[in-house]
């Protein structure tokens, strides 16, 4: 399965100052806090979507300067049957030729990608029924049953996507109920150390994430855990409090937080990475019943102030467009502004050319392990 990377200088080392590389997050392939059994059709895993439409993406995305893209590979949607039927297959789970694999979407993402020239970092996560034990419904974040469950499962993604996909991010927001509702030590134990160990038994080149953190200052649990020598990259998300500040500094307070905690574990040298970041040009749903408008202009200089403030090595924007969360009967639970696009992709907002004037340093793939 691979061994622990000793954490002193991490498999990727930090780069001297430059302009981040500038990456953008998409929208969520499910809402678990809503309906976990409903395919969001504005994510890229929409039953819906074409590969036109992908392609149409991925295209505005180049034309943006995006060098990363960080979009959901939902567990339970590549490998929704338990491999080897009643009793668990351990070398079906690790063949990504076992016939039970569905790999036509995420295929279709890494090619017209690559295509692109844009490195993706998928978001491996929401385990399967058939793992968790639990029914979906009400158990979105349930971790999986077994830690052996997610190392097949990344031993296949790795010998599959090798020399294609190049990081990899282990779950999503781990630290939130709404995605996770473990302990961080179980995410350490069931999630992060054995998919990384497998991974990097599968593909020795590519980098793993740490699950981006809601609270930076939660990396301390990662550690706390053994979580350390699991992951190349650090990854934390910071948004604007409610109803929304749009100065900078409380993005760079958070990521100020996780640098100290990473020289603390003698980390420093590693890479940290912001992996959400953004602010809505109009809040729907609020706690107080009423909307909150916010402009353009604000949204665009966020951006701007994030980006200028050159504190991570990657920076991704959430999220390209605006979207519409519906429910089972395709009726609009509600509708969501968090993008530099309008929900129909053709209206530009002011944060749109402000994204594309953001300037981004060549990214190296397959990326430099020390």
Do not use: C
């Amino acid at each position: 399965m691979g061994r622990a990377r000793g954490n002193t200088t991490g498999r990727m080392t930090r780069r001297a100052a430059h302009a981040p590389y500038k990456g953008l997050t998409d929208h969520p392939a499910y809402q678990w806090w809503r309906d976990p059994t409903i395919w969001q059709p504005d994510s890229w895993w929409g039953s819906a979507r074409t590969d036109a439409g992908i392609g149409e993406e991925i295209a505005v995305l180049r034309e943006l300067g995006a060098r990363l893209f960080r979009v959901e590979l939902p567990w339970r949607a590549v490998a929704p049957e338990r491999p080897g039927g009643a009793r668990y297959d351990p070398d079906a789970a690790r063949d990504p030729e076992w016939s039970g694999y569905r790999w036509e979407r995420w295929d279709l993402i890494v090619r017209l990608a690559a295509d692109a020239g844009i490195a993706l970092v998928p978001q491996v996560v929401y385990a399967p029924e058939w793992s968790t034990g639990l029914p979906a419904a009400g158990h979105g974040g349930a971790p999986p049953g077994d830690a052996a469950h997610f190392a097949d499962l990344m031993t296949a993604l790795g010998r599959r996507y090798r020399g294609r996909v190049h990081f990899w991010e282990l779950w999503n927001e781990p630290d939130h109920a709404h995605t996770w509702s473990g302990s961080l030590a179980e995410y350490v134990a069931l999630v992060l150390r054995p998919g990384a160990a497998a991974l990097r038994a599968a593909d020795p080149d590519g980098a793993v994430l740490v699950g981006g953190l809601v609270d930076a200052r939660n990396l301390a649990a990662v550690y706390a855990a053994g979580g350390g020598p699991w992951f190349d990259i650090a990854s934390v998300h910071a948004y604007p409090r409610w109803p929304g500040v749009w100065g900078a500094e409380r993005v760079r307070l958070r990521l100020r937080r996780a640098r100290a905690i990473m020289r603390g574990h003698g980390d420093d040298a590693k890479p940290l990475w912001l992996t959400e970041f953004g602010a809505a040009t109009r809040v729907s749903d609020p706690p107080d019943g009423r909307d909150h408008v916010t402009s353009e202009a604000g949204q665009a200089r966020f951006i701007r102030e994030v980006y200028g403030m050159v504190e991570a090595e990657a920076i991704f924007l959430y999220q390209l467009r605006d979207a519409v969360i519906r429910d089972a009967g395709d009726r609009p639970l509600k509708r969501v502004y968090w993008g530099i696009m309008g929900a129909d992709a053709q209206a530009r907002k002011l944060g749109f050319d402000a994204y594309r004037a953001v300037p981004s340093p060549p990214l190296d793939v397959p990326p430099t392990l020390a």
